[in-house]
């Protein structure tokens, strides 16, 4: 019998793009992956993978150029946010179709936050799609997900690495994925100049955003001196920083018996028109991963 796995996939953007990768060579080294717990882009690739349409997704996100990614963006310039996030989804759906969580051949929990109620929503029923939109909502970038009296938010303000929230089967093993790990990067990318280029495909709407949210303050806060840094790139590096520190702490506090960890630095959280690239990172982070499971193992 194959060895079974409960993975946890993080939060992170683009880098969870890598989460393809832990996937595919789990599956190549012949483990079974019997539950999944993801938060925002970790619940998306989870739940596609869930669904068995894991290929299908691969092959549309490979695909795609910087200027279709642009192209996906749904901007709203509202005060909630300034992406919709609803043609990605559609996008999405038109190849990989609804399902109903409870019947995914594989256990399935998304982690969304209650922005109300300020607390972690484990959703493991009911639309899977609805589950992914909610887990997705990064605060001031892409809108929340509005539900009766509640209010949801990305899963990672709460929980970036729900480790805490994965199903468990006897003998199985915890495999834990952390993106947004604070490791080194061997080939470091500028993520300000990456965003800065998505800032210029805005065409000033980004811009036209950051103006209005200035007409909010005093206005002797215009009088500072300008830093340099545009609202996009702070509230994306502000969020990774933050999501960085959180998960290091869920997972002193809930360590798994393996984790693998793909460095923050690796790519900007836009960025997934990088997606081989970081696949193939998965991939090798995989490797390195099992390999130390497999020397514990051999000095045990």
């Known amino acids: 019998m194959k060895q079974k796995v409960a993975l946890v996939l993080g939060s992170g953007g683009a880098r969870g793009t890598a989460h393809i990768g832990v996937i595919r060579e789990l599956e190549k080294q012949g483990y079974e992956i019997t539950s999944i717990s993801g938060t925002s882009m970790g619940a998306l690739v989870g739940g596609v993978y869930a669904a068995g349409k894991l290929d299908e997704y691969e092959s549309w996100l490979r695909s795609l150029s910087k200027m279709d990614i642009f192209n996906l963006v749904d901007f709203t310039l509202s005060t909630n946010g300034i992406i919709k996030a609803d043609k990605v989804l559609n996008e999405i759906q038109k190849f990989i179709p609804d399902h109903k969580i409870e ?53 990672g303000v709460l929980n970036p690495v729900p480790v805490n929230r994965v199903a468990r089967q006897r003998n199985d093993i915890l495999i834990a994925v952390n993106v947004n790990a604070q490791i080194p990067y061997t080939k470091p990318i500028a993520l300000n100049q990456n965003l800065g280029y998505f800032e ?22 215009h009088k500072k001196e300008n830093t ?73």
Do not use: H
């Open 200 to 221: 210029k495909l805005t065409n000033g709407k980004l811009s036209e955003f950051q103006r209005r949210l200035t007409s909010f303050f005093p206005s002797n806060t």
């Open 228 to 300: 340099g840094v545009g609202y996009f790139n702070l509230i994306s590096d502000t969020s990774s920083l933050m999501l960085s520190q959180i998960a290091k702490l869920t997972l002193e506090m809930n360590p798994p018996d393996i984790l693998i960890e793909v460095s923050r630095d690796s790519c900007g959280t836009f960025d997934f028109y990088k997606a081989e690239g970081i696949i193939e990172l998965g991939k090798k982070a995989t490797r390195e991963g099992m390999g130390k499971l497999i020397n514990q193992k051999s000095l045990s």
């Open 103 to 155: 019947e995914l051949p594989i256990k399935y929990a998304a982690v969304v936050t209650d922005f109300k109620q300020k607390k972690e929503v484990v959703i493991t029923e009911g639309s899977l799609f609805e589950a992914i939109r909610a887990s997705i909502s990064i605060p001031f970038v892409i809108t929340p997900v509005l539900k009766s009296d509640t209010v949801f938010v990305d899963g």
